[in-house]
Nanobody, 115 residues
Framework: QVTLVESGGGLVQPGGSLRLSCTASNTINSFYEISWYRQALANERERVAVMMTGSRTDYADSVKGRFTISSDDGKNTVYLQMSNLKPEDTAVYYC?????????WGQGTQVTVSS
């Protein structure tokens, strides 16, 4: 059974920073893709950052220069460092992993950016 567990969400003021963690039950290198998605109320789930085999990364235009995805293989953990947060970043953030032919989601962690 493959599991992904997010943590690190919370309330932060505009301009602030947060670091989200996604801890996997499998080694990070076993995944073809690990991504962070977010979903705000009434919006579709959107991908904000992806890390693929070979540590290639990509970001949504809305977060480029502000968010960074990274991993600690020894801890089976992928991080999303978020800086200069804006109210429009408010959403539930989900970790997603693709392993062989299967896809896995975490339970989500709430990020609220508000003064």
């Amino acid at each position: 059974q493959v599991t992904l567990v997010e943590s690190g969400g919370g309330l932060v003021q505009p301009g602030g920073s947060l670091r989200l963690s996604c801890t996997a039950s499998n080694t990070i290198n076993s995944f073809y893709e690990i991504s962070w998605y977010r979903q705000a109320l009434a919006n579709e789930r959107e991908r904000v950052a992806v890390m693929m085999t070979g540590s290639r990364t990509d970001y949504a235009d809305s977060v480029k220069g502000r968010f960074t995805i990274s991993s600690d293989d020894g801890k089976n953990t992928v991080y999303l460092q978020m800086s200069n947060l804006k109210p429009e970043d408010t959403a539930v953030y989900y970790c997603y992993g693709r392993l062989k032919a299967n896809s896995y989601w975490g339970q989500g962690t709430q990020v609220t950016v508000s003064s």
